[in-house]
C-alpha cells in the first residue's frame, strides 16, 4: 500500500496484489481478479482523459451509478424481511463465474468453459459480449446486472475479436456475433487496450481509487459502512457467513457450494480502516523523469571527455558511479567514475563527477588502474585496464557488451567462440563460458540482470542463467565477488586468499538453459525480458521470432517482419527496426501491429531504450553510413500507422510530418510512433551509446567524438537537495561515497 501511495508501483499491479491477498487469482473462474469499470464516456469521438467526466465515479459500486436505479436497490433493501436472511441490495455480484466467462468467452481456455456452463453450447448471442457501450449501458440500467470488469480488459486485445473464427451464432436482429463492437474513440482493438490501460493509470484515478478499492477489499464491504454505501450483497457471497459442513442435508449443501461458486464471492476483506490515499505527482521525485519533463532537460558536457574512456560501447549509470566500456569489445578498455545525480556542485552543474581514480568498494577497497602514459612519453591520452581477448573479425564491439547490476562486464566477439565475465577493476578475466560453435555476434542482459542472451553466427540464441554477485557462496567475507585481481606486487599471502575466494565464488553465469532454434543465418540482435518470460532475436533476411523462456520453444513468428535490431517494452510491446527498408515498426506478443515510422534513408538508429512504464521509449538516430543527403533531406520524416486488418503494402500515412536531423535523440510514443521531443547533439557526431539511471532523471550519451554528455533538469537537483536538507541530511559533495 505505501508503495502504491509513493507511486513505485502502478494502479494495475497494486489492484492485482490486492486481488491476490484477497484470494483471487486466475486459476479459478470462481475467484477470479476484479477490476473496477473506469471510464463513463463510450460515445464521443475522442476520448479525453484530463476531463472527470469522462470517468465513473469510483466512490459508488456499480449498483449506484445510476440514481434512478439506486432508489429501487434501497426500496428493496428497506422492504426485504426474512427471519433467516439478512438485507441487501444486490441479488447478482459484481464478480462471477459467468462474469469473468462473458468478457473471455472468444479465447481458450473460456470458449470451453462457457460451451460447459452453458450445457454444451453457447448462450443466446444477444446475451453475449457483443458491444462496449451496451455493456456499460446494462450495468447502469438492468436490475440484476452489477457486473466489474476483469484485468484483461487492459492489457489482452485478442478478448475483442474473434481470432478463432468461432461461430457464436446471431442475433435477434440478424447480425452475427464476431468481434465486440468497439467505442468511437478507439480505431481498433490495440488501441482500445492502450487507451484503457491509460484511463486506468490517470491522474483522475489515482486520486480516486483508494475509494473504489474501499469498497471492494476495505472498510465499506461490510457492516454498517456497507449500508451506507449501498454496497450490501445477497449473504452467502461474503467470506465465513455459511460453514457448509455443518448442512447436514446432501442436496442442499452441494445447492449451497454451487450457489457460493457460480453467483459470486465477495474477496477477502483486507482493510477495516480507511485506505490512505496516493500522492501527488508533483510531491513525488523519482518519477519527475525526463519522459514526464523532456522540455526541461537540459545538456552537460562531462569536462575532460578525455579521462573517461571514450567512445562507450555501453554505459552503466548506478545511484553513485558510472561504468563505460569502450567500443573495441571483447578487448575493451574498463573505466568506473564517481558521480551523484541531482546533487549540484555549485558551479552551476546539477551532478556531481568525479574522473575515478579509487573505487570504494564493500571489501575494504579496489584501486582503479587509471593512468597517463609512460614518464616522458608526452602523452596526454589517459590508458584504462583493458581486457585481453583475440576478437574474431567483422563483429560489431557495441553488440558484444554488456554491464550487469553488479558492474560485472560480460563480453562475446571472441575467436574461442566463449562468453567472457570481466572484472570492474583491472578487466581481468573471472569467468569464461561455452556453447556456442561459432562466434557470439551480440548477447543481452534481462533488465535485472538475472539472464543473458546470446546470439552466434550459427544462428543458435542461447539463454543463460546469472547469478548475482550477492548470492555468492564466497566464504571469504572481506573480498567482494568479482573484486580485484592482485597486482605484480602482491605478497604471495594476498595472491592466495584471492584465489582461494575466486574458487570457491559461485559461477555467475549458469547455463546454458536452453538452446533456440529457428533462424537460419547469422543472429544480428537478441533481448531478453525475465519479467514477460520472452526472448526476442532477429537475423539476416529472416523473420522476428519469440521464445518462451519457460522451456525454450518457439511461441511466435512475426511473419514478414525483418528487423536488423529488436528490443521489449516492459509492457510487452515489440520494436523492431530495419535498417534497409528504414523504418521502425510495433508489434503486440501475439504480432500485431501496432504502428510503424518511415524514416528517410540519409538517418538511422543505434539505439533504443523504453522507459520504465513502456508507454515511451528513445531512439538515438545517427547518420546513414552510405548517405548523402543534405539536410535538407531530413523533411522527409514521415509516419504511417496501420490497423492489424491492413495490408503491409496499404498503409495509411499519419497526418504527422517532422524533421529529425541527425544526430539527435528522439522521445516517441511507443503506441503511436510519434515524436514527442527531441534532443538535437552538437558537433554532428553519431551517438554510440546511451544510459540512464534507474529513476530515469538523467541521460547520459556518449559521441564517436569522444564526448560524454549528461541531459537531466536542473531544478531537480534543486528539488532533491530541499527534500534531503527537510529530512536533516547535510550534504559534503562526493565524501558519502569516498567514506562508504
Given at each position: 500500500m505505501e508503495r502504491w501511495a509513493r507511486r513505485e508501483i502502478s494502479n494495475f499491479e497494486y489492484l492485482m496484489q490486492l486481488n491476490t491477498l484477497a484470494g483471487r487469482g486466475y486459476n479459478d473462474?470462481?475467484?477470479?481478479?476484479?477490476?473496477?469499470?473506469?471510464?463513463?464516456?463510450?460515445?464521443?469521438?475522442?476520448?479525453?482523459?484530463?476531463?472527470?467526466?469522462?470517468?465513473?465515479?469510483?466512490?459508488?459500486?456499480?449498483?449506484?451509478?445510476?440514481?434512478?436505479?439506486?432508489?429501487?436497490?434501497?426500496?428493496?433493501?428497506?422492504?426485504?424481511?426474512?427471519?433467516?436472511?439478512?438485507?441487501?441490495?444486490?441479488?447478482s455480484h459484481y464478480s462471477s463465474a459467468g462474469t469473468v466467462l462473458y468478457y473471455l468467452v472468444r479465447v481458450e481456455p473460456f470458449t470451453t468453459l462457457s460451451i460447459q456452463l452453458q450445457g454444451g453450447k453457447f448462450d443466446h448471442a444477444d446475451r453475449m459480449f457483443s458491444d462496449i457501450a451496451a455493456t456499460w449501458s446494462g450495468v447502469l440500467e438492468d436490475m440484476s446486472d452489477v457486473k466489474e470488469l476483469v484485468p484483461e480488459l487492459f492489457y489482452l486485445p485478442e478478448i475483442l475479436t474473434n481470432n478463432n473464427s468461432i461461430d457464436f451464432g446471431t442475433t435477434q436482429l440478424g447480425d452475427k456475433l464476431d468481434t465486440v463492437k468497439l467505442p468511437s474513440w478507439a480505431e481498433n482493438p490495440v488501441d482500445f487496450i492502450h487507451k484503457h490501460r491509460m484511463a486506468l493509470e490517470s491522474e483522475h484515478v489515482s486520486e480516486h481509487l483508494h475509494e473504489w478499492i474501499d469498497l471492494i477489499f476495505?472498510?465499506?464491504?461490510?457492516?454498517?459502512?456497507?449500508?451506507?454505501?449501498?454496497?450490501?450483497?445477497?449473504?452467502?457471497?461474503?467470506?465465513?457467513?455459511?460453514?457448509?459442513?455443518?448442512?447436514?442435508?446432501?442436496?442442499?449443501?452441494?445447492?449451497?457450494?454451487?450457489?457460493?461458486?457460480?453467483?459470486?464471492?465477495?474477496?477477502?476483506?483486507?482493510?477495516?480502516?480507511?485506505?490512505?490515499?496516493?500522492?501527488?505527482?508533483?510531491?513525488?521525485?523519482?518519477?519527475?523523469?525526463?519522459?514526464?519533463?523532456?522540455?526541461?532537460?537540459?545538456?552537460?558536457?562531462?569536462?575532460?571527455?578525455?579521462?573517461?574512456?571514450?567512445?562507450?560501447?555501453?554505459?552503466?549509470?548506478?545511484?553513485?558511479?558510472?561504468?563505460?566500456?569502450?567500443?573495441?569489445?571483447?578487448?575493451?578498455?574498463?573505466?568506473?567514475?564517481?558521480?551523484?545525480?541531482?546533487?549540484?556542485?555549485?558551479?552551476?552543474?546539477?551532478?556531481?563527477?568525479?574522473?575515478?581514480?579509487?573505487?570504494?568498494?564493500?571489501?575494504?577497497?579496489?584501486?582503479?588502474?587509471?593512468?597517463?602514459?609512460?614518464?616522458?612519453?608526452?602523452?596526454?591520452?589517459?590508458?584504462?585496464?583493458?581486457?585481453?581477448?583475440?576478437?574474431?573479425?567483422?563483429?560489431?564491439?557495441?553488440a558484444v557488451s554488456a554491464i550487469t547490476c553488479d558492474k560485472e562486464i560480460i563480453t562475446g566477439g571472441h575467436a574461442d567462440n566463449s562468453i567472457k565475465v570481466i572484472s570492474l577493476d583491472g578487466a581481468k578475466t573471472l569467468e569464461t563460458a561455452s556453447g556456442h560453435c561459432a562466434p557470439v555476434t551480440c548477447l543481452a542482459?534481462?533488465?535485472?540482470?538475472?539472464?543473458?542472451?546470446?546470439?552466434?553466427?550459427?544462428?543458435?540464441?542461447?539463454?543463460?542463467?546469472?547469478?548475482?554477485?550477492?548470492?555468492?557462496?564466497?566464504?571469504?567475507?572481506?573480498?567482494?565477488t568479482g573484486g580485484p585481481t592482485p597486482?605484480?606486487?602482491?605478497?604471495?599471502?594476498?595472491?592466495?586468499?584471492?584465489?582461494?575466494?575466486?574458487?570457491?565464488?559461485?559461477?555467475?553465469?549458469?547455463?546454458?538453459?536452453?538452446?533456440?532454434?529457428?533462424?537460419?543465418?547469422?543472429?544480428?540482435?537478441?533481448?531478453?525480458?525475465?519479467?514477460?518470460?520472452?526472448?526476442?532475436?532477429?537475423?539476416?533476411?529472416?523473420?522476428?521470432?519469440?521464445?518462451?523462456?519457460?522451456?525454450?520453444?518457439?511461441?511466435?513468428?512475426?511473419?514478414?517482419?525483418?528487423?536488423?535490431?529488436?528490443?521489449?517494452?516492459?509492457?510487452?510491446?515489440?520494436?523492431?527496426?530495419?535498417k534497409l527498408q528504414h523504418r521502425i515498426s510495433t508489434f503486440t506478443l501475439n504480432g500485431v501491429p501496432i504502428a510503424s515510422a518511415q524514416m528517410p534513408s540519409s538517418c538511422r538508429i543505434s539505439c533504443m531504450e523504453f522507459s520504465v512504464d513502456g508507454e515511451n521509449a528513445l531512439i538515438a538516430v545517427n547518420k546513414s553510413v552510405d548517405s548523402t543527403v543534405s539536410s535538407e533531406g531530413y523533411r522527409d520524416f514521415s509516419f504511417k500507422k496501420f490497423s492489424m486488418e491492413e495490408d503491409d503494402q496499404k498503409k495509411d500515412e499519419a497526418d504527422q510530418v517532422l524533421n529529425v536531423s541527425p544526430p539527435s535523440i528522439c522521445f516517441l510514443n511507443v503506441h503511436t510512433l510519434k515524436v514527442y521531443h527531441k534532443l538535437k547533439l552538437a558537433g554532428g557526431q553519431d551517438i554510440t551509446a546511451l544510459a540512464r539511471n534507474k529513476d530515469s532523471t538523467n541521460l547520459l550519451v556518449s559521441t564517436a567524438d569522444k564526448q560524454l554528455i549528461i541531459f537531466t533538469d536542473p531544478s531537480l537537483s534543486l528539488k532533491v537537495v530541499d527534500q534531503m536538507l527537510k529530512l536533516g541530511w547535510e550534504g559534503d559533495g562526493l565524501s558519502p561515497l569516498i567514506k562508504r
Open positions: 473462474i470462481t475467484q477470479y481478479p476484479v477490476f473496477p469499470w473506469i471510464l463513463s464516456d463510450y460515445s464521443s469521438k475522442s476520448l479525453d482523459l484530463s476531463d472527470p467526466s469522462s470517468y465513473r465515479d469510483l466512490s459508488k459500486p456499480v449498483g449506484a451509478l445510476n440514481p434512478d436505479r439506486l432508489k429501487e436497490f434501497q426500496e428493496r433493501y428497506s422492504t426485504f424481511e426474512d427471519p433467516v436472511i439478512p438485507k441487501f441490495h444486490y441479488g476495505g472498510y465499506k464491504q461490510r457492516g454498517k459502512e456497507a449500508i451506507a454505501a449501498n454496497n450490501v450483497f445477497f449473504y452467502i457471497t461474503y467470506e465465513g457467513t455459511v460453514d457448509i459442513d455443518k448442512i447436514s442435508d446432501p442436496g442442499q449443501q452441494r445447492a449451497t457450494q454451487d450457489q457460493i461458486a457460480y453467483f459470486g464471492q465477495t474477496p477477502s476483506q483486507l482493510l477495516t480502516v480507511p485506505h490512505m490515499k496516493r500522492m501527488p505527482l508533483a510531491d513525488v521525485l523519482h518519477l519527475q523523469t525526463i519522459f514526464r519533463n523532456p522540455k526541461e532537460v537540459k545538456p552537460y558536457a562531462v569536462p575532460a571527455p578525455e579521462k573517461c574512456n571514450l567512445p562507450a560501447a555501453v554505459i552503466h549509470a548506478s545511484s553513485d558511479s558510472i561504468v563505460v566500456v569502450d567500443v573495441n569489445s571483447p578487448a575493451a578498455h574498463v573505466a568506473q567514475h564517481k558521480w551523484q545525480p541531482n546533487t549540484p556542485d555549485g558551479q552551476g552543474t546539477p551532478f556531481l563527477f568525479q574522473h575515478g581514480k579509487a573505487m570504494a568498494g564493500s571489501g575494504g577497497g579496489a584501486l582503479m588502474r587509471m593512468f597517463k602514459g609512460p614518464a616522458g612519453s608526452g602523452s596526454e591520452e589517459w590508458h584504462f585496464p583493458q581486457a585481453l581477448a583475440f576478437p574474431a573479425t567483422g563483429i560489431r564491439g557495441s542482459l534481462s533488465p535485472d540482470s538475472n539472464y543473458l542472451v546470446t546470439g552466434s553466427r550459427d544462428t543458435t540464441i542461447l539463454l543463460w542463467r546469472i547469478h548475482r554477485a550477492s548470492s555468492s557462496l564466497s566464504s571469504i567475507s572481506d573480498v567482494p597486482s605484480s606486487s602482491t605478497s604471495s599471502s594476498s595472491s592466495s586468499v584471492n584465489i582461494l575466494a575466486d574458487k570457491s565464488r559461485r559461477r555467475c553465469i549458469e547455463g546454458p538453459i536452453h538452446v533456440l532454434r529457428g533462424h537460419r543465418k547469422e543472429i544480428t540482435c537478441c533481448y531478453v525480458s525475465s519479467d514477460l518470460g520472452i526472448v526476442v532475436s532477429c537475423s539476416h533476411s529472416s523473420d522476428v521470432l519469440l521464445h518462451s523462456m519457460r522451456r525454450g520453444r518457439l511461441i511466435r513468428r512475426l511473419e514478414g517482419v525483418e528487423a536488423h535490431s529488436v528490443c521489449i517494452s516492459p509492457g510487452g510491446v515489440v520494436m523492431a527496426w530495419n
